[in-house]
């Protein structure tokens, strides 16, 4: 099969998955979702690591060092912010459903 | 053995386990954002996948032959770590929003730039076409999310001011620049030989159109945009995937289109605004008509700490509304005092979360968990509007456009049909306000000039930890 196919197949089942996963997410969870996935588009990053190897020229590679720059703070920053809100969660997280876990958390 | 060994142990093999692998995690932790239990460890899982995914990319050894490449990705990596950590380290919660745009924006603007050298690179060569109109597409959609989210950045820092910034003749502009990218991308990938021009001018036309679009849209409207650039930077990340036929940038490119055009959607909708109109442009424009605004400029009563105290501690139930007021003022811990307080009175408090209140969905959620309020204590907008009736004091803290009655009673405004906090149907209702400013939309609100309203002028913060003293001293 054309190879194209087969990424455009990829790409439209990407699409079912990212709204079955996402249409889930409750109200509370919105501003880390935007975030988290906001991360993941810095995924683009591996888009200049694959250039860098075939660039040639002062240029291109200057625009490469500034784009994976680019790209890896999309990533890292972004995930650092969304763990950073998630934490908050998880910190005042103890009431929530399971009764159970007294976890060190001796009073 | 031996055979299998080596087939795992080629190289390209490897690498496209791993990437399965990589968006394998990417899927599941992103799933593990929808539940508050398991959105740490998503998020965690999620950064795992991604970690696999550049480590594997970068053990495609034959291809990084020249040791200069090496330090040229390991400057890249360098620079944006050096960047990136400290900016995600320090910002501040209330900061969030425009920190997201910024991390938006770059992504984007590295989808244009990738974009940029694969068109140098393969000038003259034999790039199918298909790989060329991916590359394209990107190069449109990266630079104007790169554009547009500095500008959402701007805005959201008050670099530039929050109303909508328009220009005679706006929509025509913008299709004019729409053209002139897509024409350059037409000639490009129709063979014209003054590559390096056309490519500019498709960066330079889509850059002027990020900023164009962004411009005329309000303050108000700022959280759809941001969403709806995230949106785009995923699609764009999955079509520069597709030119360079990569798995797991497909699919996590498009993932994020998926998920953010939903999104998108959503605060749209929970705004009763459509995705088009917004980008039409200009929310609270000066010249809305203002039909039946007939209570602007009545009086308003203003109250002190000491009466508000006396007011909350002597009611039965008690409504919290927070706005970007609270975030701005970092007020919520002082706010998680007053409730406390408020209950070793026997008082019943309950906050009520606007979809859009802050800047961005989920915002007073945050700040209100930084505070640690208890989850069950916080009520989205449906829950809390069929309780107002049996409210006696409604507390709102920095809200404005969310409480704005003229969303349900003056077909004129511009915010009419805007699903809103009915705050005003409480016994009373108490302003916190620093001044009489409208909201961030530039709407007046008649809230404010009801019988039953009472205004406490001040920072957000004093004024809680005001009425929390007084409480306590009752």
Redesign the interface.
């Known amino acids: 099969m054309d190879?194209?196919v087969i990424?455009?197949a990829?790409?439209v089942l990407?699409?079912?998955?990212?709204?079955a996963?996402?249409?889930?997410?409750?109200?509370?969870?919105?501003?880390?979702?935007?975030?988290?996935?906001?991360?993941?588009?810095?995924?683009?990053?591996?888009?200049?690591?694959?250039?860098?190897?075939?660039?040639?020229?002062i240029?291109?590679?200057v625009?490469?060092?500034?784009?994976?720059?680019?790209?890896?703070?999309?990533?890292?920053?972004?995930?650092?912010?969304?763990?950073?809100?998630?934490?908050?969660?998880?910190?005042?997280?103890p009431?929530?459903?399971d009764e159970t876990p007294p976890e060190g958390d001796g009073s | 053995m031996s055979a299998l060994g080596t087939v795992f142990l080629q190289t390209a093999n490897f690498i496209d386990a791993a990437y399965i692998v990589a968006f394998g995690l990417?899927?599941y932790?992103?799933?593990g954002?929808?539940?508050?239990?398991t959105?740490?460890r998503?998020?965690?899982i999620?950064?795992a996948g991604?970690a696999v995914?550049?480590i594997a990319?970068?053990l495609?050894k034959g291809?990084?032959?020249?040791s200069g490449?090496v330090w040229?990705?390991l400057?890249?990596?360098v620079?944006?770590?050096a960047?990136?950590?400290p900016?995600?380290?320090n910002?501040k919660?209330t900061a969030?929003?425009q920190?997201?745009a910024?991390?938006?924006g770059?992504?984007g603007?590295?989808?244009a730039?990738?974009a940029?050298?694969?068109y140098?690179?393969h000038f003259g060569g034999d790039w199918p076409l298909?790989a060329e109109g991916f590359e394209l597409f990107g190069a449109i959609v990266g630079s104007i999310s790169f554009w547009g989210s500095a500008v959402a950045f701007a805005k959201l820092q008050e670099i530039l001011p929050g109303r909508p910034i328009k220009l005679a003749g706006q929509a025509l502009i913008n299709l004019v620049l729409l053209i002139v990218a897509v024409a350059s991308a037409v000639a490009l990938a129709s063979g014209t030989h003054s590559q390096g021009l056309f490519i500019l001018g498709i960066l330079v036309a889509s850059a002027a159109l990020g900023l164009m679009v962004v411009l005329p849209i309000g303050g108000a409207d700022m959280p759809v945009v941001?969403?709806l650039l995230?949106a785009c930077?995923?699609l764009?990340?999955?079509a520069?995937?597709?030119a360079?036929?990569?798995?797991?940038?497909?699919?996590?490119?498009?993932?994020?289109?998926?998920?953010?055009s939903?999104?998108t959607d959503?605060?749209a909708k929970a705004m009763n605004r459509s995705v088009p109109s917004i980008i039409a442009g200009g929310f609270g424009g000066a010249v809305a008509a203002p039909t039946g605004a007939t209570e602007t400029g009545g009086t308003v009563r203003s109250t002190s700490a000491a009466d508000v105290a006396i007011q909350l501690s002597y009611a039965r139930q008690v409504v919290i509304a927070p706005g970007y007021g609270m975030a701005v003022a970092q007020a919520q811990h002082a706010v998680r005092e007053l409730e406390r307080a408020l209950e070793a009175k026997g008082v019943t408090v309950k906050y009520a979360?606007h979809?859009v209140a802050g800047r961005?969905?989920?915002?007073m959620?945050?700040l209100l968990?930084?505070a640690?309020?208890?989850?069950?204590l916080?009520r989205?907008m449906d829950d809390i509007n069929p309780e107002f009736s049996r409210t006696d004091v409604t507390l709102v803290i920095g809200a404005n456009d969310v409480t704005n009655p003229a969303a349900k009673n003056e077909p004129g405004s511009p915010i009419y049909g805007m699903p809103i906090l009915e705050v005003d149907r409480s016994g009373s209702v108490i302003v916190l306000k620093r001044s009489m400013a409208s909201g961030f939309a530039g709407i007046d609100n008649p809230l404010f000039y009801e019988p039953k309203t009472a205004l406490l002028f001040g920072d957000a913060k004093t004024s809680v930890s005001e009425i929390t003293a007084e409480v306590q001293a009752l």
């Open positions: 190879p194209l990424d455009i990829v790409l990407a699409g079912f998955v990212g709204f996963v996402i249409s889930k997410v409750p109200n509370t969870l919105h501003t880390p979702l935007m975030s988290g996935t906001n991360a993941i588009h810095g995924i683009v990053v591996l888009g200049g690591l694959l250039l860098m190897a075939e660039s040639s020229g240029l291109e590679k625009l490469l060092v500034i784009a994976v720059a680019f790209g890896t703070i999309n990533v890292i920053g972004g995930f650092l912010v969304t763990d950073r809100m998630l934490e908050m969660f998880k910190a005042k997280d009431p929530k459903a | 990417m899927i932790g992103m799933s954002l929808t539940g508050p239990r959105a740490v998503g998020n965690q999620a950064a991604m995914a550049v990319t970068l495609r291809e990084f032959h020249g490449t040229l990705i400057a890249g990596l620079i944006g770590t960047v990136g950590v900016a995600a380290r910002v919660m969030m929003p920190m997201v910024l991390f938006n770059v992504g603007g590295a989808v730039l990738i940029w050298v694969e140098r690179h298909r941001i969403s995230n930077t995923g764009s990340a999955a520069t995937g597709l360079l036929s990569n798995p797991v940038m497909i699919v996590a490119g498009m993932i994020v289109g998926a998920s953010g939903i999104l959503q605060m979360i979809p961005m969905p989920g915002h959620n945050v968990a930084e640690d309020v208890p989850y069950d916080l989205e």
